[in-house]
C-alpha cells in the first residue's frame, strides 16, 4: 500500500494518506472515543454509508494509523483505535476543530 | 454557499469546506507563493486538473478562504491568493507539512 514518491512537499504526502472527503472525520471521531466499534463510529461521523466506513477504515489500517482488534466471538465483537502513529496526528486534528468553530 | 447545520464539531465544518482530494493542497500552493497565477498553481498542485483546479478555487472562493484578483487585461491576467480567513488555515497546514515528512 506504502507508494513511496519522490516529493518533498508533506501536504501532498499526508493528503494522499488522510485526504479525500471522511478519513480526517474517521481519525476525529476515534480519537474522541476510542477504543470504537463499527456502529458508534458510524453514528459518529455524519452521513458516511457502510461501504465508505469500511473503505476508508482499510486504508487508514494499511497506513498504520488505525489498528483494529477482531475478539473472534459470535456474534462478531471489533474494535478500532489509533496507532501511535494516528495519535501524533490528534493535536493537528484539534487545532482544525478550534479552527473550524472560530471561523465558520 | 454557507451552509448553516446545528451540529458543533469544528472538524466536520472544515472539512466541508476543506475537505475532498485538492483543497488542502492547493491551500498550502496558494500560501507558499500568492500571489500566484493559473497555470503557476496548476503546475504546484500534482496531478490536478483544469476542471478540478477550476471548481476548488469557486468553492474557496466562495467560502471566503481564497480571493481573486481579475487585471482585466488582453490577455487575461488574474491572480489568487489567501483571504484573512484562509491565511488562519496556514499554521495547520504547515504542522501537516511537518507531520508528513516526518511520518511518511
Known amino acids: 500500500m506504502e507508494k513511496k514518491r519522490p516529493f518533498d512537499c508533506g501536504v501532498t504526502r ?28 458510524k453514528r459518529a461521523v455524519q452521513g458516511i454509508t457502510n461501504v465508505m466506513l469500511t473503505r476508508s477504515l482499510k486504508e487508514l489500517i494499511a497506513y498504520n494509523l488505525v489498528k483494529k482488534k477482531d475478539f473472534n466471538t459470535i456474534p462478531p465483537h471489533v474494535e478500532y483505535s489509533l496507532t501511535e502513529k494516528g495519535a501524533s496526528l490528534v493535536p493537528i486534528l484539534r487545532t482544525l476543530d478550534q479552527w473550524g468553530k472560530k471561523n465558520l
Open 14 to 41: 499526508s493528503m494522499e494518506v488522510i485526504g479525500g472527503k471522511w478519513k480526517i472525520n474517521i481519525l476525529w471521531a476515534i480519537s474522541r472515543g476510542e477504543p470504537i466499534r463499527f456502529n458508534q463510529l
